[in-house]
């Protein structure tokens, strides 16, 4: 059964930083592309960036370019994002998912259907 556990949100202030974890259990680690996706209030979802299977190469949308650092440790079975400089614009509850097609894990507004599974996501709030 296929699990990715979340954690690491929370409330900061403007130009703070927070690290997410996404914790996977219940398949092969290195499969599947791994991405993280976000919602903001009354708002479709965005994909924010996406590491591949090997942990090699990296993608971001221009949003977060340069702010967020994505990784993944597999022998923690674990992805990362790092967030730096972050603005009210970035308040969201973030999302893991995972796909075994790039081309679903690069896609600016994907949908529920687009990944294998997803997390139940992590909410992060920024305040000005």
């Known amino acids: 059964q296929v699990q990715l556990v979340e954690s690491g949100g929370g409330l900061v202030q403007s130009g703070g930083s927070l690290r997410l974890s996404c914790a996977a259990t219940?398949?092969?680690?290195?499969?599947?592309?791994m991405a993280w996706v976000r919602q903001a209030p009354g708002k479709g979802l965005e994909w924010v960036s996406t590491?591949?299977?090997?942990?090699?190469?990296?993608y971001y949308a221009d949003s977060v370019k340069g702010r967020f650092a994505i990784s993944r440790d597999t022998a923690k079975n674990t992805l990362y994002l790092q967030m730096n400089n972050l603005g009210p614009e970035d308040t969201a509850k973030y999302y893991c998912?995972?796909?075994?097609?790039?081309?679903?894990?690069?896609?600016?507004?994907?949908?529920?259907?687009?990944?294998?599974?997803w997390g139940r996501g992590t909410q992060v709030t920024i305040s000005a």
């Open positions: 590491i591949d299977k090997d942990g090699r190469d990296f």
């Open positions: 998912a995972i796909t075994q097609r790039l081309t679903v894990a690069t896609m600016p507004e994907p949908l529920l259907s687009d990944y294998d599974y």
């Open positions: 219940g398949f092969t680690f290195n499969d599947y592309y």
